[in-house]
T-cell receptor, first 114, second 111 residues
């Protein structure tokens, strides 16, 4: 059973650079979620997709953030002009989309801004 | 805004003891309450979940107790083991949508 896969696991970049993360959900799952987790805190919701449609975006998702899920399979999260405050763990989760089905998380991408 | 409040922030329990973590929520529209376990460098892993029409759910050594009128729920870990040392998060959602997480509890089980 292949779980949620995220790439890269770690990303170190200079302030002002653009970064892109990839998430491959569990194959039969049609819902895909992005969360952000800072040290000592619980994950915070960023956005989610039902198939290829982006259905909700958090106010945390500024104009510098964009997410896509072409063809309803993998998803990418891009951050443009990175800032120090973007340093965090970016987590992806997927679920089947049926009511109250569990969300399964990947191991995240840790972003460090120099 | 913090819609799910979790306590305590950290907890030390002797091996074989009972670990108890509490959460309180504000939004009465929440209808799904999972608990996640997270080890350093890993993503959260689902432990157990409950719906508000049930007052208690048990899976192995893990039990959720749910008090709908008080808007509170708790995780009990029986016979706690050193391997249970991790960070635990409660969460809540409405209609299977986005999860709202508590701030987490760092559990250390002393052998």
């Amino acid at each position: 059973d292949t779980g949620v896969s995220q790439d890269p696991r770690h990303k170190i970049t200079k302030r002002g650079q653009n970064v892109t993360f990839r998430c491959d959900p569990i194959s039969e799952h049609n819902r895909l979620y992005w969360y952000r987790q800072t040290l000592g805190q619980g994950p915070e919701f960023l956005t989610y997709f039902q198939n290829e449609a982006q259905l909700e975006k958090s106010r945390l998702l500024s104009d510098r953030f964009s997410a896509e899920r072409p063809k309803g399979s993998f998803s990418t999260l891009e951050i443009q002009r990175t800032e120090q405050g973007d340093s965090a763990m970016y987590l992806c989760a997927s679920s089947s989309g049926a009511a109250n089905q569990p969300q399964h998380f990947g191991d995240g991408t840790r972003l460090s801004i120099l | 805004q913090q819609q799910v409040k979790q306590s305590p922030q950290s907890l030390i329990v002797q091996k074989g003891g009972i670990s108890i973590i509490n959460c309180a929520y504000e939004n009465t529209a929440f209808d799904y309450f999972p608990w996640y376990q997270q080890f350093p460098g890993k993503g959260p892993a689902l432990l157990i979940a409950i719906r508000p029409d049930v007052s208690e759910k048990k899976e192995g050594r893990f039990t959720i107790s749910f008090n709908k009128s008080a808007k509170q729920f708790s995780l009990h870990i029986m016979d706690s083991q050193p391997g249970d040392s991790a960070t635990y998060f409660c969460a809540a959602s409405r209609g299977g949508n986005k999860l709202v997480f508590g701030a987490g509890t760092i559990l250390r089980v002393k052998s």
